[in-house]
């Protein structure tokens, strides 16, 4: 009888869970179809990144870089592996530095 009783359990368990994950996907769709995306929202906009991009870049005379990570992150609020995620060439989801005004990347 104890068998019996846990398969119930279990069943109603398992359409539960069947009627929460159609929800979940119902408002996904319904937030899309407002504009609305997942996920978290840059930390740096486009021109913010490209300045940061510059900061990285640039030399002074005797070859050394004129501003080192740990000042970049501080000038812009986010840390130092932001700034070196976004400094490498090519990231594993393709090019780290996007155009200026790249979708998800909005304007100051």
């Known amino acids: 009888m104890g068998r019996l009783f846990f398969q119930i359990i279990g069943a109603i368990a398992e359409f539960e869970h069947a009627l929460m994950s159609e929800r979940t996907m119902d408002g996904l769709v319904a937030a899309r179809a407002r504009g609305r995306t997942g996920g978290q929202k840059p930390k740096l906009g486009a021109r ?20 080192g990570v ?3 992150a501080a000038e812009f609020g986010v840390s130092r592996p932001t700034i070196y995620r976004l400094a490498s060439p090519a990231g594993s989801k393709g090019s780290a530095w996007p155009a200026e005004g790249a979708a998800g990347m909005a304007l100051p």
Do not use: N, S
């Open 48 to 67: 913010q990144v490209t300045v940061a991009r510059e900061m990285y870049d640039e030399l002074i005379e005797d070859g050394k870089r004129a501003y």
């Open 70 to 72: 740990a000042q970049i």
